[in-house]
T-cell receptor, first 113, second 114 residues
């Protein structure tokens, strides 16, 4: 995604905490999503932020700062099954009532024992 | 009870052939999508339909033609397949009318053109 930046790869240790950052530029911000995609599988929804602040959901939390065009996904108590690609996606208004999701290239997270 | 189902899951075909991928959702959603994910893992929207009406049509060769017979189905037909069409194609759906508007993906169709 040309307007969304996130690190290509990250490595972390089982039981640790990892933060995956996402910066974006958009003309009509309308929400930010984080998706998880295991190899060979479809992306699945993790979290959604439209207002500034932190959204917590179990071991996963997502933060948004609209003024900075910045979000992060925080994963706590990492487990081996968390090894996956994490996709940041920004929804922007695209004319009328239409909204479009712009996807980042994803961050491939490897969790080591 | 798969929410978004697409067939076939794997497809290997020769250049120049015409193929179709079918998609159905049983979530009662109004909006359906086709996405293409290439070898670099970039997820790019191709088409979006809302209640059978085309609302997003990205810059996609006209060899790709979506068909939505009803709001629960969105099929993708590809003519004259080329090597560069090899990718994973994901069908997806969303309510289309709510603020959160989470997208639910099908399991993907792995297309290999040889």
């Amino acid at each position: 995604g040309q307007n969304i930046d996130q690190p290509t790869e990250m490595t972390a240790t089982e039981g640790a905490i990892v933060q995956i950052n996402c910066t974006y530029q958009t003309s009509g911000f309308n929400g930010l999503f984080w998706y998880q995609q295991h190899a060979g599988e479809a992306p699945t929804f993790l979290s959604y932020n439209v207002l500034d602040g932190l959204e917590e959901k179990g071991r996963f939390s997502s933060f948004l700062s609209r003024s900075k065009g910045y979000s992060y996904l925080l994963l706590k108590e990492l487990q081996m099954k968390d090894s996956a690609s994490y996709l940041c996606a920004v929804r922007e208004k695209s004319g009328g009532n239409n909204r479009k999701l712009i996807w980042g290239l994803g961050t491939s997270l490897a969790v080591n024992p | 009870d798969t929410a978004v189902s697409q067939t076939p899951k794997y497809l290997v075909t020769q250049m120049g052939n015409d193929k179709s991928i079918k998609c159905e959702q049983n979530l009662g959603h109004d909006t359906m999508y086709w996405y293409k994910q290439d070898s670099k893992k970039f997820l790019k929207i191709m088409f979006s339909y809302n209640n059978k009406e085309l609302i997003i049509n990205e810059t996609v060769p006209n060899r790709f033609s979506p068909k939505s017979p009803d709001k629960a189905h969105l099929n993708l037909h590809i003519n004259s397949l080329e090597l560069g069409d090899s990718a994973v194609y994901f069908c997806a759906s969303s309510r289309g009318s709510t603020r959160v508007d989470t997208i639910y993906f099908g399991e993907g169709s792995w297309l290999t053109v040889v």
